[in-house]
């Protein structure tokens, strides 16, 4: 059985996690990962006996920081119902850090969505708190994302376009070394973001390989 990164280091990330929104997550993962800290989500513990809400319950409790999206909250068509699972685990999130006991009492959250003052119309609750904006951007993902490690969790401080240099770089390693192992170009496409993360960890492991 494999040990789960430290709670210090650990990011929740709770997001949609279908094809649509997966660049988007894909590039917080990256960016999470290149700063050193493990981004935490659902289907890496598929696979675990219990039910999916508690294995969220127990990613929540190992991690520290906590990465919240938003932008998928609401209907899109008529009789579609709003998504309600990414506030239910902000809300499981936050409880933990309001009602646990040390070191949950430390644990920080950023809250995102799609467009400024979105979340208002639909959790009014959290007016107030610091939401960040990223309009379906990967780059901005990136900046934001960064921004708050660097002040929240201490993370490096290297630049968002570093960053984003270095996600350039470990695509092309990726990829050529996926196809050197007889991968197909549909193959690496369709590869699950869980793999795609420990992928990024090899590559930080391994000293960002060209």
Not at 38 to 48: L, Q, S
Not at 167 to 175: G, R
Not at 187 to 205: E, G, N
């Amino acid at each position: 059985m494999i040990a789960a990164p430290p709670f210090e280091r650990s990011v929740f990330v709770n997001c949609p996690f279908d094809d649509d929104f997966a660049p988007l997550l894909q590039a917080m993962a990256f960016c999470i990962t290149d700063l050193d800290f493990y981004p935490r989500i659902a289907p890496e513990n598929a696979n675990n006996a219990a039910n999916r809400l508690d294995r969220i319950v127990e990613l929540i409790r190992g991690s520290r920081y906590g990465i919240h999206d938003l932008s998928r909250c609401k209907s899109t068509a008529a009789d579609e119902y709003a998504r309600l699972n990414m506030p239910f685990e902000l809300g499981l999130d936050h409880g933990c850090a309001r009602f646990g006991p040390a070191p949950l009492t430390d644990k920080s959250i950023l809250i995102l969505e799609h467009d400024r003052y979105d979340y208002q119309k639909g959790l009014s609750d959290i007016a107030g708190w610091d939401i960040q904006a990223h309009g379906g951007e990967f780059a901005a993902v990136i900046r934001i994302v960064r921004n708050w490690l660097v002040h929240h969790a201490g993370a490096v401080n290297i630049g968002a376009s570093k960053i984003q240099g270095d996600y350039a770089a470990f695509q092309e390693w990726h990829w050529e070394r996926e196809l050197a192992l007889g991968a197909s170009e549909d193959d690496i496409r369709d590869y699950p973001t869980i793999q795609l993360i420990s992928a990024m960890r090899h590559w930080v492991d391994a000293g960002r390989p060209l």
